[in-house]
């Protein structure tokens, strides 16, 4: 590691630019001038402060806005560090504005330096962006003029895409069934406001991607929740609440729930398509995780395809940020939800559509897939290699495991634990659609983010010491 002197301290420059942005010009002027030398670490954030006389919180968005631009990587409990540009393999981008700045590459935990994310599930990567970078690029020099327009109209080869995309043992949906979406969650909001009205009631599981529930709360639909156990909603008592509640709409992931990892199995899944075709009631069957899980079960979409719309997308195994998704629709029914998710979501992007059916179709989506499930089983391996002898459902083929936690401790305090030791983890309240008397006791751990084996073991091993010191080992605040 390459020191600087303890005397270092950025010369703003002189502009009309907030504090952070003109500090991270400052930084930046003396990383491009050799003051800075790749390897470097800059100086704490609160000392930094200090000395400057601003708040953390400025030098925070100035460190968050270098990084953006490439020039330097935050290591969890060690600090920031300059960046050898020399060895990125693309060019670096422009400087950005304030305003974009004000999204951050990494949160801060109370020590100032960067928390390591373990809360997200977004597709591995696995060198995938050279190739997304290359579709672009063929796309733009084939296409220059719908880089700057509206979408004209939904080429045939999108539908075939999504129908290869969506394709599982016993179901092959029709290309005229499906709608190209931006991301799933894009889709399933445009299915919801296709099939329900504000007060109609929509089923979730107990613990579920609560980011549906409660942005259909937020357009006036009705939460209600369905028992689950460990393999999924329970038939019976969900007909209880179609008998009781005449719900409009069921949502759940029967090939494999976030966050229990709960594969609803074949005779719960013919219930459940039975109990919807008796009761009238609509599905969307989230299929995001199920080609990483390897769920061989037929689809509830083979089961009641009058009823289900089935839901996929890449940004579990090929990029989160193209923001692509397809659904397979009841027959009728893709000419209804296609203008209702152009409405909610402002229309598609004829780049990110096109690039993404290519990576379909040209068979790279399949080959990202099969390198995600590698990298995906090796750290699974890691996690419970080093957690070994704690309670936790797991998959080698899932990018999180569920991790029940021991007496006397409760998902929040734990979580909070654990980021006390610069390491973000998610807590079951996250997954919950509505409020609820439910507790699960479990938080859920996630290990899709590009770090290195190394850390993540280092991450894990944390978490263990978490729970192995126990509630009287977490000091909390007061």
């Known amino acids: 590691m390459t ?48 000395d400057i ?15 953006e631009r490439g020039l330097v990587v935050g290591e969890v409990g060690r600090g920031t560090y300059v960046r050898n540009r020399e060895k990125v393999p693309y060019p670096q981008p422009a400087p950005m504005s304030h305003r974009a700045a004000q999204h951050p590459v990494f949160d801060l935990g109370e020590s100032g330096e960067a928390v390591m994310n373990l809360d997200t599930t977004s597709a591995v990567h696995t060198g995938q962006a050279q190739i997304i970078a290359e579709q672009f690029a063929d796309i733009a020099a084939r296409h220059p003029h719908m880089l700057t327009d509206y979408v004209p109209g939904i080429p045939a080869s999108w539908r075939e895409a999504g129908g290869l995309l969506l394709s599982r043992p016993g179901f092959a949906p029709s290309p005229d069934t499906i709608v190209a979406t931006n991301g799933a969650h894009a889709g399933i909001m445009a299915v919801i406001m296709t099939l329900t009205a504000p007060g109609e009631r929509i089923v979730f599981e107990t613990a579920t991607y609560a980011a549906i529930a409660r942005s259909a709360a937020l357009a006036g639909r009705r939460i209600i929740e369905a028992p689950m156990d460990e393999d999924g909603i329970l038939p019976e008592e969900f007909e209880k609440l179609c008998a009781r509640q005449h719900p409009r709409l069921l949502y759940l992931m029967p090939s494999l ?66 923001r692509a998704g397809w659904i397979a629709c009841p027959p009728g029914y893709a000419g209804r939800v296609q203008p209702a998710h152009r409405m909610f979501s402002g229309g598609g992007s004829y780049p990110m559509k096109e690039l993404a059916s290519r990576l379909v179709l ?28 704690f309670d ?32 973000m983890i998610a807590q079951e309240d996250d997954f919950k659609p509505a409020r609820s008397n ?41």
């Not at 395809?305 to 940020?321: D, I, Q, R, W, Y």
């Not at 996630?446 to 509630?471: K, M, P």
């Open 392 to 423: 936790l459902r797991s998959n080698p083929a899932c990018p999180f495991a569920w991790l029940m936690l021991p007496e006397p401790w409760r998902s929040g305090p734990f979580r909070d634990a654990v980021l006390q030791r610069g390491i």
């Open 3 to 50: 020191q600087i002197p303890d005397s270092y301290l950025p010369q703003l420059l002189q502009g009309n630019q907030p504090i952070y942005v003109r500090l991270a010009d400052a930084i930046e002027q003396d990383i491009d001038e050799g003051v800075l030398p790749a390897g470097c670490r800059l100086p704490p954030m609160r000392n930094l402060a200090f």
């Open 257 to 322: 729930n976030n966050p229990t990892l709960a594969r609803l199995p074949a005779k719960r899944r013919e219930a459940i398509a039975e109990i919807c075709r008796r009761y009238s009631v609509w599905i969307i069957e989230d299929a995001v995780y199920a080609p990483l899980s390897g769920d061989t079960e037929p689809p509830i979409a083979s089961l009641c395809p009058e009823l289900t719309f089935h839901v996929g997308a890449m940004s579990k195994t090929v990029s989160a940020s193209l």
């Open 438 to 478: 439910v507790t699960f006791h479990a938080v859920r751990i996630a290990f899709a983010t590009q770090y290195s084996d190394e850390r993540y073991r280092e991450a894990f091993a944390a978490i263990r010491d978490v729970l192995e010191s126990g509630v009287a080992g977490h000091t909390a605040g007061t």
């Open 53 to 67: 006389g601003v708040t953390i919180g400025t030098i925070s968005r100035a460190y968050n806005l270098i990084a």
């Open 362 to 389: 040209s068979g790279e989506a399949e080959r990202a897939l099969q390198k995600t499930r590698m990298v995906i089983g090796r750290r699974h391996d890691l996690l419970c290699e080093v957690l070994g002898g």
